[in-house]
């Protein structure tokens, strides 16, 4: 499945995340609505008793793709491997029209922070070993290697950790976590040489 984060049908006016967990907390369901030139998101429920389903929006918009736009906000607020992922997982296909469960969108969230949470985990100890300032194994045999080992003062230590971290938050953002030893090493060694 392939939803893009910048679909031209809601661009920059995507309700946040924080919307769409917000309506599920308190609703059966939501739905998007186009409140002027704003997207906004809107609870579904069940009459009691008739078990029909009643929308708290205006009829303006029965083609609109509630989950491709939930699945976009999830794509802001984390990794696009995390967010594909999730996706995948609960099979938030695109559905216009269809109300989102509520209990999908609470499931979703969820599993990304699980998800974001597991892979940071899996790289703290990566880049410990590879930490000039801590001197972690990987830097000591590295720099040593390389002829610079006990030449780098506090700040050039700091400014290679920052270059490090760095490296580690695009590969997160990329879905190419849990780093490799390999890549860490060649980013080490870039951060060294420059």
Do not use: C, H
Request: charge should be negative.
């Amino acid at each position: 499945m392939a939803i893009e984060n910048s679909s031209p049908a809601f661009g920059n006016a995507l309700p946040p995340l924080d919307a769409f967990s917000s309506a599920a907390r308190t609703n059966e369901s939501i739905k998007l609505s186009l409140d002027g030139e704003r997207w906004q998101v809107q609870g579904t429920g069940v009459l009691p008793g008739s078990g029909r389903q009643v929308a708290w929006v205006k009829p303006d918009g029965d083609q609109v793709d509630t989950t491709s736009a939930f699945v976009q906000a999830l794509g802001q607020s984390f990794s696009a491997g995390i967010s594909r992922a999730v996706a995948r997982e609960l099979d938030l296909s695109p559905a216009p029209g269809q109300a989102l469960s509520s209990r999908k969108v609470e499931q979703a969230v969820d599993m990304a922070q699980t998800g974001q949470q597991a892979m940071t985990g899996v790289d703290f100890f990566t880049r410990l070993q590879f930490s000039a300032s801590s001197g972690g194994s990987e830097f000591k045999r590295i720099s040593a290697d390389m002829g610079v080992s006990g030449q780098l003062d506090s700040a050039q230590r700091a400014r290679i950790d920052q270059q490090l971290d760095q490296k580690f938050s695009e590969a997160l953002e990329a879905g190419k976590s849990p780093v490799t030893y390999s890549d860490a090493e060649r980013w080490l060694k870039e951060a060294l040489k420059s």
